[in-house]
Every structure is written in structure tokens, then in C-alpha cells.
């Protein structure tokens, strides 16, 4: 599991922790740094997964070029993560220099044992004469592997840890690196696009995350999965004054019957059931049955992120959803981070919400992004007491706390 994120010299940050728990709130007003942030999980699950620094960066917002603060030329992002095998936490980091727009090298990277308290790995430049690196690698003083690079210290465009972990072996020290990569590789982004979401899809296992393959996803689901899917939408629907979503399923079409249609069963009176396509169904249906199958099927333990996740639905099923991603998250023990910037979704929070909502917001003096704990800002009991964080968000009065609020 994630427990942290670091950014230092990052987009808009200077310096900032994000904190990961069971249900994360990551809120803020729009250009605040919430994106910024969901990037840098973007960056560091492909960098582990074996992708070059430069192809990575050029396909963010921005371009590489902007990845910088203040147009700066290095970067860098850590993590803290737990293992759900060993329990065991490890620290991550990478420092990244950008020479200029097309290319990006390793500066240095590090993984921490924190309860063994030892690097696990550690690169560290030999010589300027040469312009080598290396990686020191291994579970204990007795093990140790010296990896040279054979490359120009400026052609180390991939991370050490990517490398190791495909490499492969069946030693404990692969095993680390392996549950390392796994983590971030379970780290998925959703943010469902209605409108990419209305036409048939491939027959695939795996949510996009712009969910524009759900029919595709659903209709793999074997006859008993669905029929666990289909109870669990009604368990929750159910409770909502209209219950019109009865039932979810999609079907194979065309001669192959590689590509699937999402269909639904409304029921807006009661004992008339209509069946509908996705090309009928609105906008806030289609979003609700995307979370609902991320939830459902991404594996045990990995983690969820959800952006904007009230785009698109009224406010009437807010609590719903949230009922919904604190029940299945903890039975199904996922990590859930969404952001938000909805005062009617932030009304509906309960008050032992408030140590997990995140604010994003800027700098009065510096405009750089900060990210501060609610309950760390400036005189929040007292603004607390005084109205409801939907209208203290609306009226700017969090931010400007928290703008005042120093580290």
C-alpha cells in the first residue's frame, strides 16, 4: 500500500506531503495542484515498470518542459509503502534532471528498508572523470552487488528499480524489489469519460482508466461475478429514492464476438422495468457503474484513485457513494484517494472524515502548490464551528486559511 507521496520541485510544488489512507480526500480549488499531484503517481508507476524518463514526461501535461518548478532543471518524488505480504515499509525516491525539452537522466535513486533500517538500494556517481554510475544493491553488508553502468552518466534514462525488478530472480532481494513494483503497478487512476463510454468496446479484463472499455470489462465477468455485481448495485441502489438502476450486464455482439454493449434496467415506477443501451444512459450512470466496477474488480489490496469523482452525478447519491467506497474499500482492503473540489460532495462527509481531507491550495506569497491537512489549517475548529466545509470551500475562507497557515 501507499502511505505517502513526497514532491520536491515538482510542477507547482517546492515541497509537499501527501498522506494516503483507507479514504483520502484530496480537495481544492481548480489550478491548486490536485492534478500536479495525481501526476506524480502517473510518473512514478511507469517509471517503475521499466519506462524511459523522456517518453513518460513528454506525455504529461505540459510536456516536459513544464515538469520543473519555476522552469528549474531537476525534480524529485518519494514514497513511502507499505508491503501487504511483510507488513514491512520502504522509502523510494528518484531525482530526475531535465537537460532540456526532449531529455531527462537519473540523478539519483534509493530504496530504504525502513525496519531494517538499510538501503536496499543506492546509486551513487563513481568519478566526473568518467562520468559513471552505479547501483549498489542487496539485502544485507554481506550481499552487496556493485552494478556499473556502461553508459555515459548522461544516458541513465531509466530507473535502477524498473530494471532490477525485470530482471528477475528468486532470491529475497527480488522478491522486495518485485513487491515494490507490484504496488505501484496496482495503483490505478480512474477518471470515466461518459461520452467514450456510450459505444461497443473490446472484450478485456482491465478497466482503462478513462473506463472506455467497461462493456468490455463487464461482459467477461463469468455468471457468478455478475451475479454478485448485479446484488451489489441494488444493494446500495436500492436505498435511493428513485432505485432506478435494477440491473447491469452487457452482451458480445458482431460475428466474433469480441466486442461488447453496456445495457441497464431502469425502473422509474414501480413494477415498470425498462432495458436501455449505454448510448441512453446518462452521464452520472455511467460514471457510478465505472466506480462501482473499479471497486469490484481491481485486485485485493491495491490502490484506487478517483478524480473528480462527482463529476457528473447529483447530489442526491453522494452519500451513497460514499457509503459504497468506505464499505467495499475496507472489505476488499483497496486504498481509495479521490479529489474534489463539489461543496455539496464535501457537505456530506462525516466529521471523522476531517483527518483524511487534503487541501491543496497556493502560497499567498509564492503562488507555489501546498498540500495541508484541514485540520492543521490556521483556526479550523473555530471556521469548523462557524458553517459547513461545502460553504466555507465556497466562500474561499479554507483556502485563505490555508494560505496563512505556515509549515
Not at 538499510?118 to 552487488?145: C, H, M, P
Given at each position: 500500500m501507499l502511505k505517502k507521496l513526497i514532491l520536491k520541485n515538482w510542477k507547482s510544488f517546492r515541497y509537499a506531503e501527501l498522506p494516503i489512507d483507507s479514504l483520502t480526500v484530496l480537495i481544492g480549488a481548480n489550478a491548486s495542484g490536485k492534478s500536479n499531484a495525481i501526476e506524480a503517481l502517473k510518473f512514478l508507476k511507469k517509471v517503475v515498470s521499466g519506462d524511459k524518463f523522456d517518453s513518460i514526461l513528454a506525455n504529461m501535461r505540459g510536456g516536459q518542459e513544464r515538469i520543473v518548478l519555476h522552469n528549474g532543471s531537476e525534480f524529485s518524488l518519494a514514497m513511502i509503502l507499505q508491503s501487504s505480504n511483510?507488513?514491512?515499509?520502504?522509502?523510494?525516491?528518484?531525482?530526475?534532471?531535465?537537460?532540456?525539452?526532449?531529455?531527462?537522466?537519473?540523478?539519483?535513486?534509493?530504496?530504504?528498508?525502513?525496519?531494517?533500517?538499510?538501503?536496499?538500494?543506492?546509486?551513487?556517481?563513481?568519478?566526473?572523470?568518467?562520468?559513471?554510475?552505479?547501483?549498489?544493491?542487496?539485502?544485507?553488508?554481506?550481499?552487496?552487488?556493485?552494478?556499473?553502468?556502461?553508459?555515459?552518466?548522461y544516458d541513465i534514462e531509466y530507473s535502477v528499480l524498473g530494471t532490477f525488478s525485470r530482471i528477475g530472480g528468486r532470491t529475497e532481494f527480488h522478491g522486495i524489489l518485485q513487491n515494490i513494483t507490484q504496488i505501484l503497478a496496482d495503483v490505478f487512476i480512474l477518471n470515466p469519460k461518459p461520452e467514450k463510454m456510450r459505444n461497443y468496446a473490446p472484450i478485456t479484463q482491465d478497466l482503462l482508466t478513462d473506463a472506455s472499455n467497461l462493456a468490455g470489462v463487464i461482459a467477461q465477468l463469468s455468471e457468478q461475478q455478475l451475479s454478485q455485481f448485479n446484488q451489489t448495485i441494488y444493494s446500495y441502489v436500492k436505498h435511493l429514492p428513485e432505485r432506478d438502476i435494477q440491473r447491469v450486464w452487457a452482451t458480445p455482439v458482431g460475428e466474433l464476438g469480441t466486442d461488447a454493449m453496456l445495457y441497464c434496467e431502469e425502473e422509474w415506477k414501480p413494477g415498470e422495468k425498462i432495458k436501455i443501451d449505454a448510448r441512453s444512459m446518462s452521464d452520472g450512470t455511467l460514471r457510478f457503474i465505472a466506480i462501482l466496477t473499479a471497486l469490484l474488480t481491481r485486485p485485493q489490496g491495491s490502490q484506487l484513485i478517483i478524480e473528480d469523482i462527482d463529476d457528473g452525478l447529483h447530489p442526491s447519491r453522494f452519500d451513497l457513494l460514499l457509503k459504497m467506497l468506505q464499505e467495499i474499500g475496507s472489505q476488499r482492503k483497496i486504498d481509495i484517494l479521490v479529489t474534489t473540489h463539489n461543496p455539496a460532495f464535501l457537505d456530506r462527509l462525516s466529521p471523522d472524515m476531517t483527518p483524511f481531507i487534503i487541501v491543496a491550495h497556493r502560497d499567498s506569497e509564492t503562488g507555489e502548490s501546498r498540500l495541508t491537512p484541514l485540520e492543521e489549517i490556521d483556526n479550523f475548529p473555530k471556521l469548523y464551528a462557524s458553517d459547513s466545509i461545502g460553504n466555507l470551500v465556497t466562500k474561499g475562507a479554507i483556502e485563505r486559511s490555508a494560505a496563512r497557515t505556515q509549515d
Open positions: 511483510t507488513q514491512q515499509d520502504y522509502t523510494y525516491e528518484i531525482d530526475i534532471e531535465v537537460i532540456d525539452k526532449i531529455k531527462s537522466v537519473l540523478q539519483s535513486e534509493s530504496l530504504f528498508d525502513n525496519n531494517r533500517n538499510q538501503y536496499l538500494i543506492k546509486t551513487k556517481e563513481i568519478s566526473k572523470i568518467n562520468n559513471r554510475f552505479y547501483a549498489k544493491v542487496g539485502i544485507d553488508e554481506r550481499w552487496e552487488a556493485k552494478i556499473a553502468s556502461s553508459l555515459p552518466l
